[in-house]
């Protein structure tokens, strides 16, 4: 993956990658050895691919991971998400790390600081999805209707932003840095195995990023 350091991923996000639907790209440069170092504490691979405390879907143990950067306010991020799902469970061999990088106004940030305290009570996907699944942009209230209906306990959910709130705002601290790292300008924005995908992809590009991902894992 561009900019891992450790288990002999030598690629870094100076290099220009071959990106499926997008060309050959630049991930980016670095114009000085101190923002050089500061990236590479930012984009190891534990902190990208293992965060204990960001969601996971998709198969948990599968020889390929997607890296996502969404917004659940963000259209092509909810027109995107299906097809998405569908690829991963396709496969059957795909590891979806889910990003919460809320860039698109304060009801954004309030929506991934939900979505994250959900998981305290294991219903973070639930959470996921009903907020991905309108067509019109999210308010608060209209936030707390669909989780109620997803079944989240709102009364659960309330203490855990209160009593998690250093917890939930490290994470999107993490998401954010690292998608800055990889410069990134908007969502989505994925890395698939060693490559870097900053858009919207079909599900032919999906599966043939993932393709060629799994034979770069291979040299």
Not at 20 to 25: S, W
Not at 149 to 168: E, F, P, Q
Not at 193 to 218: C, N
Request: aromatic share 6%.
């Amino acid at each position: 993956m561009a900019g891992f350091r450790n288990k002999g991923l030598v690629a870094t996000r100076r290099a220009a990658l071959t990106l499926i639907g997008a060309g050959a790209l630049a991930a980016g440069r670095i114009t000085s050895a101190r923002a050089a170092a500061a990236d590479d504490e930012v984009l190891t691979e534990a902190k990208v691919l293992r965060d204990p405390d960001v969601p996971v879907a998709g198969n948990p143990d599968g020889n390929i991971s997607i890296i996502e950067w969404s917004d659940y306010n963000c259209p092509y991020c909810r027109k995107l998400e299906p097809e998405l799902r569908q690829v991963v469970q396709d496969d059957g061999k795909v590891r979806l790390v889910m990003k919460d990088w809320p860039i698109l106004g304060p009801v954004s940030v309030t929506a991934a600081r939900i979505a994250l305290a959900a998981k305290f009570q294991n219903k973070y996907h639930q959470a996921h999805d009903a907020m991905m699944g309108v067509s019109s942009r999210l308010t608060e209230p209209r936030i707390n209707e669909l989780l109620a209906a997803a079944g989240v306990d709102m009364d659960r959910l309330k203490r855990d932003l209160t009593d998690r709130a250093k917890d939930i705002d490290a994470v999107l601290k993490r998401n954010n840095e690292q998608a800055e790292a990889f410069g990134f300008s908007g969502t989505p924005s994925f890395i698939v195995g060693k490559y870097r995908v900053p858009g919207v992809l079909s599900m032919t590009e999906f599966e043939q990023v993932i393709a060629d991902a799994r034979k770069a894992k291979m040299n």
